[in-house]
């Protein structure tokens, strides 16, 4: 089960609250006119799949009803942070190291997770003691 | 290879059962081959025991990192069945279900194919419609397939709740007699002797790490027991398959998900048939050995854990006892989780890549168990004669370039 932290309720909440809706941060095409089949395809159909690393939207479907990113390693299970939309993930696969230094914390060996960015790093100690 | 029969049987009592032949090799890896399998799951078995079966293709390896039927194979529910709605999928699956029927004679294996029969119930009007409308296309593909309402169901399954207390009453469900269940284990070990026996190498505990590809050809696979080469390359690795096609440059419209199955105590024979639920969502079916065989949804998100959610295990076993109220006190045994490879029209790929030479069998999801003879039978031929065979090409990957999807979320809804 995860323990997610909603970033407008600022709150974590048990995973039944919330509903994944898919890769994140996908862009639809700007000139819809002047795209290609091939272009429309990969937007439509074409996704990360990636063991490990992976920004997703969720949506916090029986609390506030607003959808926000997640970042999240499709193998541990691990919540590094979670943040609104419109703005851009600080962990990333290139990146994932930042994790160790500001650190979303991790209970029950991987599995049960809390995750929040880690600048709310209060927020975080308080709800994994 | 030793034939198993009665006889062979009686014979081996005298030595107390201790002389039986081992089922396959256990070969070193040759340094070239004409075809390599990259996964030794029912699929990539069932591939490599046609094409040198069958085709005539006999320097064949496949190579899977584990150990043969370790994956989706031995994960699954075993429900076999081939009501889907379009005719692509109606030909694929009524493929399977043909080869099925004569499988354990072909492969003198006893796989323990059971034509129990299935049913899919509805619970409101619409999905009264959509079985309606199913049932139809299925009778038009020769499929048998028939409508049956709550008292057709009782007679089937009196078990099965069909009062007006249940929170989502029993309006009728679709009916295929000749669908059932099969023993996966079986399956796989009986491709894999089958196989073996016509000269294909069978490579356990190798894992391909990356592929060898020159001008947009492929020329093989590294593995961590060294290069292999081979200018035919095909990929049947399920839940893994993302990963592959990333190693080769290729993207596939996938996405990887932990779906779950349960088992219950034993219990004496409660159940006649295969009893699925889109609505409520949750199938149940009850195995040679008694315990009650449930399954349900994937996981919503991406994962690779082979155990899947908790929340997810709780909305099954809900479903289960909404369906049958008795089963309330039984207790589960045991939980596992497969990965599955989920694709956007719930359908498969059978496919062709931009890589010459190079070819993926993948985005089966929670369903492929039953195309396993099927698949690796159409399979084979593609990689045989380099041309996809016609039943698995509109399964080809450009579909998702060309808008020729094959809508099957309606008879794929629930994970099975
Ligand atoms: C819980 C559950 C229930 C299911 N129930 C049903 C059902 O009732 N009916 C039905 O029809 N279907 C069902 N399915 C789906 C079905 O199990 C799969 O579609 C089917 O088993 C896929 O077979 P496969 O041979 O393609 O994959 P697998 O059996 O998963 O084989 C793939 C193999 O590839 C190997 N591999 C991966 N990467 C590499 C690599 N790099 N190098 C070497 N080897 C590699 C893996 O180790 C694995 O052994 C279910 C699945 C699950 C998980
Ligand atoms: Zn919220």
New binding site residues.
């Given amino acids: 089960m995860f323990y997610i932290f909603c970033p407008y309720c600022k709150e974590h909440r048990e995973e039944e609250e919330f509903h994944p809706r898919g890769q994140a941060h996908l862009l639809r095409p700007e000139d819809p006119e002047n795209t290609s089949d091939e272009e429309w395809g990969d937007y439509l159909f074409f996704r990360d799949n990636p063991r490990g690393i992976h920004h997703e939207m969720w949506v916090h479907s029986v609390g506030c009803r607003k959808f926000f990113n997640i970042t999240r390693n499709t193998v541990t299970y691990e919540i590094l942070e979670t943040y609104p939309m419109g703005e851009q993930p600080t962990i990333t696969a290139d990146s994932p190291e930042i994790r160790h230094e500001q650190g979303a914390q991790v209970a029950d060996g991987g599995w049960q997770t809390v995750g929040a960015r880690p600048e709310n790093k209060a927020l975080n100690e308080e709800t994994s003691s | 290879m030793q034939r198993y029969s009665g006889f062979g049987l009686v014979k081996h009592a005298f030595g107390h059962h201790e002389n039986w032949e081992r089922q396959w090799r256990n070969p070193e890896p040759k340094k070239r081959y004409d075809v390599i399998i ?9 591939t490599a025991y046609y094409l040198a079966r069958e085709f005539g293709v006999r320097n064949v390896a496949v ?19 081939s009501n889907y709605l379009w005719d692509e999928a109606g030909r694929l699956y009524n493929h399977s279900l043909d080869l099925w029927k004569g499988l354990s004679q072909d492969l003198n294996y006893n796989v323990m194919f059971s034509q129990r029969g299935v049913l899919n119930l509805g619970h409101t009007l619409q999905d009264m419609r959509d079985i309606q409308r199913r049932v139809n296309a299925n009778r038009l593909n020769g499929i048998d397939s028939e409508v049956v309402t709550p008292q057709q169901i009782k007679e089937i399954e009196p078990e099965l709740d069909i009062s007006n207390r249940a929170r989502y009453p029993i309006m009728g469900a679709s009916w295929q007699k000749s669908a059932g ?1 099969a023993r ?1 284990d079986a399956v ?1 070990w009986g491709f894999a002797r089958g196989a073996d026996s016509h000269g294909v190498d069978l490579l356990q505990n ?4 990356g592929f060898k590809i020159r001008d947009g050809k492929v020329l093989g696979v590294h ?1 961590n027991r060294g290069d292999i080469e081979a200018h035919t390359v095909g990929c ?6 993302g ?2 096609a990333k190693m080769a440059g290729i993207k596939l419209p996938l996405e990887s998900h ?4 349960l088992v219950s105590e034993p219990l004496k024979p409660i159940l006649n048939t295969v009893t699925m639920s889109n609505h409520v969502h949750g ?1 149940v079916s009850q195995s040679d050995k008694g315990d009650l065989v449930i ?1 349900a949804g994937i996981d919503g998100y991406l994962g690779y854990g082979q155990r899947g959610s908790y929340p997810t295990i709780e909305h099954t076993l809900q479903a289960i006892v909404e369906m049958f109220p008795m089963f309330s006190r039984v207790r589960m045994n045991r939980q ?5 490879d989920t694709c956007p029209d719930a359908c498969p790929i059978l496919s062709k890549t931009k890589v010459k030479g190079l070819y993926f ?2 985005g ?9 003879p099927g ?1 690796g039978h159409v399979f084979a031929a593609s990689l045989a004669k380099g041309e996809m065979h016609p039943i698995a090409a509109p399964f080809s990957i450009d579909r998702f370039h060309t808008g020729a999807l094959i809508d099957e979320h309606g008879a794929a809804g629930v ?2």
Wanted: with cysteine; aromatic share 8%; glycine share 24%.
């Fill in positions: 990259v996964g030794g799951g029912g699929h990539g078995l069932a190579i899977e990192k584990g150990w043969l039927g370790g994956g989706n194979t031995a994960r699954n529910t075993t429900i076999v069945r269940v996966h796989a190798t894992e391909v790490t593995t049947v690795a399920a839940g893994n398959s990963v592959l932990p779906l779950q199955a199938y399954g596992w989780g497969g990965i599955v069998n993948c089966w999801g929670t369903g492929g168990f039953k195309a396993t698949s994970a099975h």
